[in-house]
């Protein structure tokens, strides 16, 4: 009987039933799929976590760099001087490893690799001296070769002797190199032995060793071991057929195993206990695994040289001989590339520091938080020294993730949100369902119905509803839960908060990483249980204090409201009307005047408050645009040479013509020879005349030329491959230049900038003119007037000379379609610029993609390779333009909920009046009268509250915006028309129904 | 001449499961100069019959006569502004106008303001009867049979000639509602007023001239 009466009772109010059902079913299959997505996007990304690797590699960007084969003294002092704790320290760094390699040397292994770094290096032993032809160098017979990878023994060779004398019929021994010349005959140039390790440890002097004469000592005793060529010998051998030695603490953080130009092939990589303990253990390359026969589980004797302040191949001196040696068991081998194709990988262990022995321009590589590279590059990068570079790789996890980030967020919310309004709702259907059946509650209680008969009677009927509505939510939820999840899915994928292309923050590799909703179904049971538990809980909860109070005495009488005071009325001077029953009900309406003022002042500020944020964002992203300096440059295909390039000067006229750049600067480096300065009276007629000198010398001539400094044809030396990434650019001027003479069509003598060196070796002042011979084709001699000098920060006296020298600046800058075929045989070696207007950055990337540029590790048609230093503006952008996207939804939301609030507030602060409308309407009152009446007074109303916020926002904040003017007004509008509506509603409506009503 | 008259009288109330039928096929005339006692069970059509002599609504058949003329053709709003007045039993005044302005508004939504306004309504107040301090006070502040003073006050203004009370002493005491009756009495009988009162009370129907007896929506008879 109770189940029977419970359910005629709840389809008898069916209205309600059937409302209820659709609340709970709507909000079952919202927090099932908000949870299910909420856990599956939680999911991901721990297995994004888990799959990526983000790491900041430290660079010193040195005048040389990325030549391994010097050593940069200002890396050097860079590295005593910068504090490395500071990375080290930063919270979101999880491992900091500082760049460990050294040389190494495995006993057994022969290279014979295009990539042995001394391969065209040869101590050899010649005789029978004699002359090729006029202009040939020496021709002689290699009797025996200390060491060369040539076979060169009993073949004749040509020999350019750099200054030596070799005499005929005497015997010699040479150090230099191999190189190719036009002959058949092999071509052996001798050139001093050069060997940091040797010179720092003292066993070789100031003296250069490249020669002697040993006629009469043959057959040379190889066995005489403290002979110096028989230990260049010695040293040229494990040098060429060295490795290059890795520790490290986490294998995939190194830059070639995290970019996977590296991978393990076969084998394993390091276990935790083996890097914790620094076992004596290693990963070898395949072709050092081939060379030496040796595969995983074998052993190799490695040995180890550490030098400090050496470069790579200068690290070992046969007296000197190894630092480290010991057994290393082969647990993986890793693929060969380039460069990287002999080299060994040992866990770190703390008896070996390999951090004395700074080999290249990697100073060491941090692995981050995945989610907090952000941070830590914004936190790092204003520390870093001069010259010091951090670059992010993360392998694309911001790409993948950021969106499954946004999606778990919003997902989180959405259930939270869920949450409450269920809790709000079941308290609601609880009230509904029970409370408000109090009285049927007591008459059963009258009629002898047990107690718990009665709570029966309640949770039968909710029960009902929730369990239906709960179980159709349930199953909505499921259904949709495909929709959904593809939603998502689609929403992710077109998810960008910027464009990365081109940009720096995008060097990495891109892993990718498919996100497969695992949704879990049994969240979409679990969640429809815990609803009808809380919709049991509410309805229990009501029905438990319904018959609680069943012994309570009632309270007593509602007190009534306060009565208005008549004094101070002063309106028996206004003739009557609607205007004076409005202003009566304004001045006695009391707490109703007062909330209707405080709601429109506070919604006035309110909306204030929120176009104020949102104009503060937008303010701050043109701050943004206004202050950023986006710099570009072009590098080869890996993201690392800035130079040397070969860029096509048609495309750059293209570039500099999109007008989507300003400042391009450009560089073009030609080889140089001085001769020296003319006399500025010209009195000897062409005193400088270089002869050039012919065939095998001509060769020799150009590879010294080659490899000497160069003449630097630049429109800015601050920005030329030297200094750009250097702050400490120190350059002085003849009185009247600056460095934009560099950028000016040239005048007569052309100008220049030499390094202060320069000036003290030739002896030259600032007005001097010198003239050098450059070599392009063939050689020119060329002029220059010195108009300043600079300090040098490389190794080389380069000439900083005017752009407009090596091309027509009008043509390179020309418009003209034409002038690109004319520009076709001119070529740039470097060239970076400056975004003219960061806001249109997008477009400039759509630009570039369109035009055919090439991204690093992504190519496209043209294969100049562009990268746009927009990391730090990113960021800025993205913070603000986070803000933006949600103010963006979330203030029209919160505009049009304010809006609404009015419109219902004055609707039913009008309807809550119905019986005074009606009284009026009883006595003869016209409907416009009454119209008049309530609208004058809450119109006054809205406008005293709204003109108090304003002239307060005012005050506060000093000035007030169109878009706050507008709100206001908006505001007004919303209130006016809730207003409005509800007099007209209400005068539409039969007065006695509104009087029966009452009644 | 009847001031008031129904002719084939029909209202009912649109309830949205069953239209409820509460006035049937009803005539009657009323008179000036006399005072009618409306008599029925609850739910009988009593404060129906009296809502459409105020005009506050039309009959759905049959017609209601003003001085001949039929209410569906006269101005709603002018015919309850001037020619009738309700009493009734909660007194249904402004609480935010004092007893004085309740008073005037009738006045001034004829356009009868200022201080002419004022001073036909403190007639009428001390007509009624009224303390001299109760007029500027806010019918919060009065008792019931003060408030009921009001609201007659009230009906009395811009002199119009038919007042229907609804069970006008049925939130006061028996002094207060004796004091009530016997000023509409006399408004019937010495102003010529037409007064339809609406009751249950047996010494308010033996002191009126005219007794009709509604049953189920029909005057089941009159004496």
Known sequence: ?999 | MAILELKNVSYSYNNLHHPVEAIKDMSHSFERGKVYAIVGKSGSGKSTLLSLLAGLDTPHSGKIFFEGIATADMDLDEYRRTCTAVIYQNFRLFPLLTALENVMYPMELCNLKGRKAENTAIGLLEKVALPVNARDRFPGMLSGGEQQRVAIARALSMNRRVILADEPTGNLDTENGDNIIEILINLAHEDNYCVLIATHDLNIIQKTDEVLYISDGKIAGHE
Request: some cysteine.
């Open chain 1, 1 to 999: 009987m109770i189940f029977r009466n419970s359910v005629k009772n709840i389809i008898r109010s069916g209205k309600k039933t059937a409302l209820f059902i659709i609340l709970i079913t709507i909000l079952t299959s919202t927090l099932c799929l908000g949870l299910s997505i909420w856990i599956s996007a939680d999911q991901f990304l721990l297995e994004c976590n888990a799959n990526y690797m983000t790491i900041g590699l430290l660079e010193y960007m040195g005048p040389e760099y990325p030549d391994e084969s010097v050593f940069d003294e200002g890396m050097s002092n860079a590295i005593s001087d910068f504090d490395f704790s500071l990375i080290s320290g930063n919270e979101n760094v999880l491992l900091w490893e500082r760049s460990a390699r050294a040389l190494g040397y495995i006993e057994g292994l022969v290279r014979t690799d295009v990539y042995a770094p001394l391969r065209e290096s040869g101590v050899v032993i010649v005789s029978n001296i004699g002359n090729f032809n006029n202009y040939s160098p020496k021709i002689a017979v290699i009797e025996k070769s200390l060491f060369s990878t040539r076979n060169p023994d009993g073949k004749m060779v040509l020999i350019e002797p750099d200054g030596f004398e070799l005499k005929p019929g005497r015997s010699y021994v040479l150090n230099g190199s191999f190189t190719t010349g036009k002959t058949s005959y092999m071509y052996f140039v001798v050139t001093p032995f050069v060997n940091k390790a040797a010179s720092n440890g003292g066993f070789i002097g100031e003296d250069s060793i490249k020669a002697d004469d040993i006629t009469g000592k043959i057959p040379f005793s190889l066995s005489d071991e403290s002979n110096i060529f028989n230990k260049i010998a010695r040293t040229y051998s494990v040098i060429n057929n060295s490795v290059s030695v890795h520790s490290t603490r986490n294998l995939n953080s190194l830059p070639d195993f995290h970019q996977q130009r590296l991978f393990i092939e076969k084998g394993r990589d390091f276990t935790t206990e083996e890097y914790e303990s620094g076992a004596k253990v290693c990963i070898v390359s395949e072709l050092v695994a081939a060379s030496l026969g040796k595969g995983i589980g074998d052993s190799i004797e490695l040995s180890i040289a550490i030098s400090e302040d050496t470069p790579f191949f200068e690290s070992y001196w046969v007296d000197s001989g190894f630092t480290h040696s010991g057994t290393y068991e082969i647990t993986g081998i890793c693929n060969s590339t380039g460069k990287m194709s002999y080299d060994v990988f040992i866990p770190a262990n703390s008896d070996v520091d390999f951090t004395v022995n700074q080999i290249g321009y990697t100073l060491g590589q941090a692995v981050i938080a995945n989610d907090r590279a952000g941070l830590f590059y914004d936190e790092i990068n204003p520390l870093l020294p001069d010259r010091m570079r951090l670059t992010i790789y993360d392998q694309g996890y911001a790409s993948v993730a950021e969106p499954f980030e946004k999606v778990r967020r919003i997902a989180f919310i959405i259930t939270l949100a869920c949450v409450i309004v269920s809790l709000a709702v079941l308290a609601l259907f609880g009230f509904l369902f029970v409370y408000r059946q109090r009285d049927t509650a007591d008459i059963m209680i009258k009629l002898g119905t047990g107690k718990r008969r009665v709570y029966r009677y309640f949770l039968y009927g909710s029960g009902l509803i929730s369990l239906f509505a709960a179980a159709l939510g349930s199953a909505a939820g499921f259904y949709l839960s495909g929709f959904a999840t593809g939603l998502v899915n689609s929403t992710a994928l077109n998810y960008s908060v910027s464009d990365t292309r081109y940009s720096i923050g995008s060097l990495s590799i891109q892993k990718p990483l498919e996100w497969i909703p695992d949704i879990e179904y049994g969240v979409f049971g679990l969640t429809a249980l815990c609803l009808l538990l809380v919709s049991l809980i509410s309805c229990l909860s009501f029905a438990t204090v319904i018959l609680a109070r069943k012994n309570k005495k009632p309270r007593g009488k509602k007190r009534k409201p306060p009565l208005p005071s008549v004094k101070g009325l002063a309106l028996s001077g206004i003739s009557g009307g609607p205007f004076k029953y409005s202003l009566v009900s304004i001045f006695r309406g009391g707490q109703r005047s007062i909330i209707t003022i405080c709601v429109a002042l506070s919604s006035v500020i309110f909306l204030n408050q929120l176009a104020h944020t949102s104009g503060g964002y937008n303010a701050r992203l043109l701050e943004i645009y206004e202050d950023s300096v986006i710099t570009g440059q072009f590098m080869d295909s890996g993201g690392i040479y800035h130079n040397k390039l070969s860029l096509e000067a048609f495309q750059l006229n293209d570039l500099y013509n999109s007008g989507y750049v300003d400042s391009l600067h450009l560089s073009r480096e030609v080889p140089y020879y001085y001769l020296g300065r003319p006399d500025p009276k010209g009195e000897d007629e062409n005193p400088l005349t270089f002869v050039l000198p012919k065939e095998f010398a001509l060769e020799t001539f150009l590879d010294k030329l080659t490899a000497g400094p160069k003449i630097i044809y630049t429109n800015s030396i601050s920005a030329s491959p030297e200094f750009i990434y250097s702050t400490g650019l120190s350059v002085e001027y003849l009185q009247g230049f600056d460095e934009s003479f560099l950028a000016q069509k040239p005048d007569g003598i052309p100008n220049c900038l030499v390094s202060t060196d320069f000036m003290e070796e030739t002896g030259s002042r600032p007005g001097d003119v010198i003239r050098v011979l450059i070599w392009t084709y063939k050689g020119i001699e060329h002029d220059m007037k010195i108009v300043g000098s600079y300090v040098k920060e490389g190794k080389k006296d380069n000439i900083y000379c005017q752009l407009g020298v090596y091309v027509d600046l009008d043509l390179l800058y020309s418009s003209d379609p034409g002038a690109n075929e004319d520009l076709y045989s001119y070529y740039f070696d470097s060239a970076n610029f400056v975004i003219s207007d960061a806001s249109k950055i997008d477009d400039f990337k759509t630009y570039l993609y369109d035009y055919g540029y090439s991204e690093v590790n992504n190519f496209r048609s043209i294969r100049q390779f562009i990268v746009l230093d927009d990391k730090s503006f990113n960021s800025m952008k993205n913070g603000i333009y986070q803000k933006i996207r949600h103010t963006k939804v979330l203030h029209p939301f919160l505009y049009t909920l304010t809006g609404i609030i009015a419109f219902v507030l004055s609707y039913l602060l009008i309807a809550s009046r119905k019986k005074e409308l009606a009284l009026m309407r009883g006595l003869g009152a016209g409907k416009f009268t009454i119209f008049l009446s309530f609208f004058i007074e809450q119109a006054l109303l809205c406008l005293i509250g709204c003109a108090l916020g304003i002239a307060g926002w005012t005050l506060f904040a000093g000035r007030l915006d169109e878009l706050q003017q507008l709100l206001a007004l908006g505001y007004i509008a919303c209130y006016f028309l809730g207003t409005a509506t509800a007099i007209v509603i209400m005068n539409h409506t039969v007065v006695l129904s509104i009087l029966n009503e009452e009644d």
